[in-house]
């Protein structure tokens, strides 16, 4: 499962806050995005004690096993705890420390960094490009060999990635157009280029 966005409503006739059940509202750890980026944190509903004897009243959430305590709207997008590839933990950061022109803009990288994870987790569980996310929110996986060579995949949150490829100075025409679904594997001749590249750069 990827990034969600935490959704709530409000009871018409009380106002009073109506969360959704199960995750991430169950009390089990998740990842939530604060201001400040991913954190594991888990939901509290009720009054409780935690092991250093701290009382939390409630409705709010723990996070960093109890180092802090966020509010209900300080988190914005929820994902299950993962287990992290070195790629996916790098997707996530980046996308947590980004910063956005808009908020149209930020839906739009959430959408390509979630695209992003998924084709990684897929498609290049032991990879390891550069990650990049724009300010107008475009997520790139980058790996750079000697003399210029390089290979680019492009994420804009449409379900598709785009791939360039470069020899020396010129970008290899042919490739550099090519646009394919996240769920596809990688082209050939882009697999073979990353391999090169990452038996170069260990």
């Not at 709530?8 to 969360?19: C, E, M, P, S």
């Not at 803009?105 to 960094?113: K, L, P, Q, R």
């Not at 090519?178 to 990452?198: C, H, R, W």
Request: net charge negative.
């Amino acid at each position: 499962m990827m990034p969600q966005p935490i959704t709530y409503r409000y009871d018409q006739k009380t106002g009073d806050i109506v969360l959704p059940d199960g995750p991430p509202f169950d009390g089990k750890p998740v990842l939530i995005k604060l201001g400040a980026g991913w954190v594991e944190a888990w939901w509290l509903e009720g009054t409780t004690s935690h092991d250093t004897l701290e009382e939390y009243d409630g409705f709010l959430w723990v996070c960093m096993d109890g180092d802090f305590e966020a509010e209900l709207d300080s988190a914005t997008y929820w994902m299950p705890v993962p287990v992290m590839t070195a790629l996916v933990d790098d997707i996530v950061r980046a996308f947590g420390v980004a910063v956005f022109d808009d908020y149209e803009t930020e839906e739009a990288a959430f959408n390509a960094h979630k695209q992003a994870i998924t084709f990684a987790l897929h498609t290049l569980p032991n990879h390891k490009p550069r990650v990049g996310i724009s300010g107008d929110g475009v997520v790139t996986l980058q790996w750079t060999g000697s003399d210029g060579r390089g290979v680019l995949l492009v994420f804009v949150g449409n379900g598709t990635v785009s791939y360039s490829l470069k020899t020396g100075s010129h970008t290899t025409f042919g490739v550099s157009d090519v646009t394919g679904s996240v769920k596809d594997p990688l082209p050939p001749l882009i697999s073979a280029a990353i391999d090169l590249i990452e038996k170069e750069n260990p």
